[in-house]
Every structure is written in C-alpha cells, then in structure tokens.
C-alpha cells in the first residue's frame, strides 16, 4: 500500500477545516493534506446554513405579504417551489469543485475517498496510507436515525432542503432548530398541513420558556400544528403516503416526515479503534486546546468534537485555534462563553447568555426586562403580532448577563448584545447610545432600560 507523508492531515472539508487550513498555511510552511469522502465544502456551505437560508428567506417574504394584507397590500403571493430551488441550485453550483480547485492551488494535497485512522499518525484512503505528524478530525455531523419501527421510512433535513416539490402534508419529529425552521418553510411553502411532534412538553430547550411559549402561538397561527408530549412508537407506509403511530395511540396521516431529532458526531474515522483517540456519544474527547485526550497528535474541532455547541460560527473559531496550537504549541484555549444562536422560525428566535433558569441555578443577583413588542412602531408598520424580549441584567454590575429576542431581525439585534457581554458594555451604556433611528438595533435601548 502506497505512503504519503505530510505534517498535517485534515479529514473533513467544511467550515472548521477551512479555518484550520487557512490558518496552518498563515502561520507556518507545513505539508497539508485534506481528506474527504464528501464534495468539498461541507455541511454549512453546502447542506445546511446558507441552502436553508434560501428557503428561510423565500418563507420570510411569503409571511412578510401575509402580515399586510389588507394593511396596504392586495393581492397574495405564493411560493414556486421549483424556481426556489432553481435559485438556490444556482448559488451551490459548483462551489464543492472551486472549494478543492482553491486547495490544490494554494500547495495543498487533496483526496476524495472514505478516510480511517489505521495507527496513531496513520489515515488510510483510497488504498494509499497518509502519515501525519498531527492529524485534524473534522468530520462534522450526521442525522439522527429513529430507531423505532418503520424509522428507516422517515427523510432527514437534507432531503428536505432537495426535494422537488412541496407536498401536501409534512411532519417534522423532534422540537429543536431543524423542525421549527423547515415546519414555517413547509407552510408558507404550499403545504396545507404541517405537524411537529415532540416527546416532552418543552422544545427548543436551549430557549428561553417565555418566548417559546410565545412562538408556539406564532407557529399554530401560520397553521403548524405543534403536538407535545407525543411519542412516535411506529410508522407505517400507507396507499397515499405514511402514518406515524404515537404511543398514546393517536395517528397522524402525513405525506413525509423528516426525522428532526437532532445530530450525532460523525466519527466513522475512527472505525476499528486503531488511532488511540478516545470518544464518547458526544464526540471526540479533547482538553481545551481542542488537543485529543490520549493522542496528542490528534485534534477535532467542529461538530466531531465533545464542545458544547454545533455551530459554524464554533467551528470556525475552534479552527482557527486547532491551528494556532498546532504551528505554536497549545498556547490558546477555546472560549465559547458567548456564542449567539438564531432558530430561523417566523419570527425569528434569537439567545445569548444566560437564560433566567441557568441565572438562578448560579444563584445571580438579576434584574429581567422583558415585554411585548407587538405594539412598537418596527412591528406594526410590517404586522408583526407576535414578538417579545427578555433581557437578564446584573442587578449590581448593570452589565447584561442574558438576552432573548423573538421577532424580525432578531439573530441581527443578538449580535449586538453578544458583543455587549463580551466586552462588558452596561446595560445603561446600550441604552443612551445614538443608534441610527429608526432600526432595529435602536429599539434595544427600550429593552435594557
């Protein structure tokens, strides 16, 4: 079998080997390969956020009509499926090819092939061994498969994201990011039935409960039928489509149902035990260098890894400091003590921070601005009925512990208060400051007062 050396294999091509790449090749001169048994450009590019955003955003201007009908618009709007998709094939085409065609430019080795660790230093693909004096998992995620009967009939979010048209009925199962978001694209998509069914009482649990709850009336006004409690046992393939069996009893007849409940890390790299990397149901154990607990060739950054979020912008950063460590020895530890996150729902779902149940498990000294917001001038011009806010503020420091917007441009405004935590901005600093007016960024003043 055929050897390669190099100083630096990286398996996976998304969004956390690219920073990993990129910063290897800034700060050092080292040999680099890249391995993936997937186009180049992974989930984020190519599989998740931005397609998803194409459809998110064809669903925002759909709502957007509805909300002023009769308000100063005539006329409704709908959505052709197939030219969206048109739409957003455009902005995929050939961005995997380019994403390589851009490594093999710049110095850097690439392989196409199913990749395994066959030693501590070894990854074998495509029938040739590479050695590595460190090696970079960034194998992402992968779907939950559900495993109850008929499970295997159920779609995942990739599929959804394909599909040619837009059926009739649609049944998402699991309460988190995926469901939420897909469920408001199915409905102002052309479904006519829309169902999230969730085994406990409490979804998207990383959220706020107030503004949850708030959404759950948002999402049964477009006409999603949100059902908690509901434990599928079974699903069934029927003459006209499917039927998921709930342990309750009840049935829901649906034309397809996109499995939603969550994501795994992806760790067949690591298939046969041969590479000494440790790991878990949660991924790859890792110090906070991002340096694998027992082989120190080894580091996982992204989603592969035992870090406490999958997001890109996570991954980006736990990259970019995988090759810092790398090229300097580990001298930077990952800090992901505020990350913003956004459920790209009608409206939008946005958090940092603390929620108030996490503050009071810390027994804090806070203080909670929160209201409606259905009634500003920013919700009423575009009939937005349904918006709200939450903000936790140190009731000694005056700076802001938590923050959790639901309405439009939402993930914009929790940009800023992430920034506010990070750089210890006060609540009172946020609210004399001259915002540009009328925005949505100025009407954080009114919920930090």
Known sequence: ???????????????????????????????????????????????????????????????????????????????????????????????????????????????????????????????????????????????????????????????????????????????????????????????????????????????????????????????????????????????????VHSASGAVIETDLIIEATGRHPNLTVLDGNMGNVAFSSKGVEVNSFLQSVSNPRVYAIGDCADTPYMLAPVADREGQIAALNIVHGNSHEVDETVVPSAVFSIPTLASVGLTEEAAREQSLKYRVNQGDTTDWPSSKRIGEEYGAYKVLIDADTDLILGAHILRHNAAEVVNVFALAIQFNISASALANFLWAYPTSTSDLKYMVK
Request: glycine share 10%.
């Open 1 to 243: 079998m055929k050897k390669r050396a190099f100083d630096v294999v990286v398996v996976g091509s998304g969004t956390a080997a690219y920073y990993a790449v990129a910063g290897l090749k800034q700060h050092s001169n080292m040999t680099i390969a890249i391995v993936d048994e997937r186009p180049y450009g992974g989930t984020c590019a190519l599989r998740g956020c931005q397609p998803k955003k194409y459809l998110v955003s064809n669903a925002e201007s759909v709502a957007s009509v509805s909300h002023l009908l009769g308000r100063g618009l005539e006329g409704e709007v709908r959505t052709n499926w197939g030219a969206l998709q048109r739409l957003k094939n455009e902005f995929l085409q050939g961005r995997s090819e380019a994403a390589q065609a851009h490594w093999d430019a710049s110095g850097v080795t690439t392989f196409n092939g199913t990749a395994r660790m066959r030693a501590d230093d070894q990854i074998e693909v495509g029938g040739q061994v590479l050695t590595a004096k460190t090696i970079v998992l960034a194998t992402g995620s992968l779907p939950n498969q559900l495993p109850i009967e008929g499970g295997a009939l159920a779609r995942d979010s990739e599929y959804f994201l394909d599909m040619e048209k837009m059926p009739e009925r649609v049944t998402f199962i699991g309460g988190g990011f995926i469901s939420f978001e897909f469920a408001h694209v199915a409905i102002r998509g052309g479904a006519s039935a829309v169902h999230i069914l969730h085994r406990s009482a409490r979804p998207l649990r990383a959220f706020e409960d107030d503004l949850v709850a708030v959404l759950l009336k948002a999402s049964a006004a477009a006409g999603i039928d949100v059902q908690l409690g509901v434990v599928p046992e079974r699903i069934v393939a029927t003459e006209t489509g499917y039927s």
